[in-house]
């Protein structure tokens, strides 16, 4: 699902308005129809009082058409006009005039008002601002704002949460709706998905509002949701006579003293996405836990008893994940070092793997074309230095993973995979996921999926939604508190199970 930015989406609205031959005024209706729809559905005729708040460009407009629906089905609406400008928008005074001819009177609320009491068994609509919001709401208005969010009403909002912008971080934090849900127009926007501005969106779903198909589907946006109709085409089906050489033969490098741990589970996970042979390369140390933690897998020890110190692969492997509790110690990361100065296979690096990166930033220069990175937030700041806040971390990503033709995977409630200038923001998992061994699963994931022959941009976004998917299913029988690692892995091939299913509801454009 495609993340259009605010430019793009009134690009849309135009050659809507354009090529199917209808008003801008229309198009707003079918916004307003929607609203209501939803609403009308869940509310079905209760007399709750419903607040609209509504500003005076577009975003106003939409939820004074919505009142005029609303109050014709016999809801008890109050609405609020927030006059923050002189500029009202010419389809916003359309819809005012529409509402006063059915004697509906709203108040205006300016910088003098008292502000309206909101009991918090109403309902809010936030018709504020929409994404035309282009600088920091006054002061009143800021104002209102808090007034809405510790109302404890229940609060929809349209399009956006009032004072987010879809691009970039609010200046004052406290001037932004907290809504309950949005319902946003034609497609979510990425402030949506990202830690410091997803917080004011708890759950979203799309209004479509049919904005002109050709545009929408060749137009390219930076960032892409990713849902299961993305998922399910980057699946390689196996054939009937394959074998396991057909699958590849992963290496999973990494452990020490005391760390052997996040090598069994990297190995495991390697093997339950379907890589064909496994091998992990740990010290001597290691050698009994893997042999009987994981029996399908092979294993090579390292000169090394307690640490990886010279590393030698007797055979050609297909992919080599690396890093897991690996550690840091002087003769690693010379091991390290002088292993990838010659490695032409392909890679995934995780862990210490990324810090060892971090230290010897020349490195990255060796680095095979596409090797997969997946850092989280602490090895991210290593190797890319501090950001200014989330935007901006996504932006030095994009430059890093050009610079260095890497694909990194931004590890977060909503991972993204980067990579060629663009993001792609996972829908599944839970906080559940956020658990010790979650990021060893992860990398044994994509290792086996690079073993299989899945293109490493594919795998990527592949494994970390099937990751997601088989935390969501444990979490949804176990509850987020009792997911663990192993628990991930043992859910891989539920999560399979989840892509195919015919069981399963048909994919709702939203999220939570
Ligand atoms: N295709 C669609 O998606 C459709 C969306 N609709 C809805 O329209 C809004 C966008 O409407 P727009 O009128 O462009 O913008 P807003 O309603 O968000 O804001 C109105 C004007 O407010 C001014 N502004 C911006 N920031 C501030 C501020 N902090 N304080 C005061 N005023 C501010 C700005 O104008 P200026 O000229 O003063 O800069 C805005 O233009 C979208 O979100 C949807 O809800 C359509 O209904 C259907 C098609
Ligand atoms: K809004």
Known sequence: MKIFSAAQIYKADKLTIKNQQISSEALMERAATGLFQWLHERLRGTSVKIHLFCGIGNNGGDGIALARHLHEHGYNVHVHVVNYSEKRSKDFLINLERLKDRKIWPDFLSEKSTLPKIHESDIVIDAIFGIGLNREPEGWVAHLIKHINSSGAFTLSVDVPSGLYSDRVPENLEAVVESNYVLTIQAPKLSFFLPQTGIFVNQWEIVDIGLDPQYLEETETDYQFITKSDIVPLYIPREKFAHKGSFGHSVIMGGSYGKIGAVVLSTKASLNIGSGLVTAYIPECGYGVLQTAVPEAMVVTDDGDDHVKKIKIPFEPTV????????????????????????????????????????????????????????????????LGTWKDDFDKLKKTMAFSKEHDCIVVVKGAHTIVIYNGKGYINSTGNPGIATAGSGDVLTG??????????????????????????????????????????????????????????????EAPSGD
């Open 320 to 383: 080599i994940g690396l890093g897991m509790g690996l550690g840091t110690e002087t003769g690693t990361v010379h091991a390290i070092s002088e292993f990838l100065e010659k490695n032409k296979t392909p890679l995934v690096i995780d862990a210490d793997g990324i810090n060892i990166l971090a230290k010897q930033p020349g490195l990255l220069k060796k680095l095979p074309p596409q090797t997969i990175l997946t850092p989280h937030e602490g090895e991210l700041k290593r190797l």
């Open 445 to 506: 994931t994509l290792t086996g999926l690079l073993s299989q022959g899945y293109p490493a941009l594919h795998a990527a976004i592949f494994g970390v939604f099937i990751h997601g998917l088989a935390g969501d299913i444990e979490a949804s029988q176990k509850g987020y508190e009792a997911v663990t690692a192993s628990s991930i892995i043992n859910n891989i091939g539920n999560a399979f199970m989840a892509l195919f299913s015919t069981k399963q509801e048909e």
